[in-house]
């Protein structure tokens, strides 16, 4: 089955600590893309990569690093900078930037 | 900076009943306009896509306006179903690859 995997489902941070989420796509898309997602307001872009090797900050990139070292993959990583980490965290994928964006189930972020 | 914003942000209807759900944008230089729906706790599934050059689409019992000029879009989703049941989120693309969306409007369908 093609489509957007990523995981952990939830994960536990506690402070200081740098965790990492997984996100890997089997569409052959090129443009992958990271959303962070918090009640009563509409996603937020963290990062977006167009192509393998390259990659540009969004709205909210304090506190996140990314790499896009396969087309298929684009691990996210909160560091210990990121103060308020705990938010639902989105990955999608595109053949071109601006069509249709296909999104992953998510994973929920918590502070211990 | 594009402003995206959805009016209500909660609404309940009877079985049967339409509903309409609005989308405003601030800036009406924009490259797609597309609506998503998202299921408690689940990723967004996208609906429909209008192209800025379109003025509609259609899907099943879903049907998309879009008045660029104007800024607004509007969802309508005929005869509702309990299914319908789920949170709808407009995002509007500028040509620099990024999608602005609102806050979603949640829908509840009452059996």
């Known amino acids: 089955d093609g489509g957007i995997t990523q995981s952990p489902k939830y994960l536990f941070r506690k402070e200081g600590q740098n965790v990492t989420l997984s996100c890997e796509q089997n569409l052959n898309h090129d443009a992958m893309y990271w959303y962070r997602q918090d009640p009563g307001q509409g996603l937020r872009l963290i990062y977006y990569s167009q192509i393998v090797n390259d990659f540009q900050k969004g709205d909210i990139a304090e506190g996140y690093s990314v790499s896009r070292e396969k087309k298929e993959s684009f691990p996210l990583t909160v560091t210990s900078a990121q103060k308020n980490p705990t938010a639902f965290y989105l990955c999608?994928?595109?053949?071109?930037?601006?069509?249709?964006?296909?999104f992953g189930p998510g994973t929920r972020l918590l502070v211990l | 900076k594009q402003e995206v914003t959805q009016i209500p942000a909660a609404l309940s209807v009877p079985e049967g009943e339409n509903l309409v759900l609005n989308c405003s944008f601030t800036d009406s230089a924009i490259y797609n306009l597309q609506w998503f729906r998202q299921d408690p706790g689940k990723g967004l599934t996208s609906l429909l896509l209008?192209?800025?050059?379109?003025r509609e689409q259609t899907s099943g019992r879903l049907n998309a306006s879009l008045d660029k000029s104007s800024g607004r879009s509007t969802l309508y989703i005929a005869a509702s179903q309990p299914g319908d049941s789920a949170t709808y989120l407009c995002a509007v693309s500028s040509n620099d690859y990024k999608l602005s969306f609102g806050a979603g409007t949640t829908v509840t369908v009452r059996a």
């Open positions: 209008i192209q800025s050059s379109q």
């Open positions: 999608a994928s595109s053949v071109q930037g601006a069509e249709t964006q296909y």
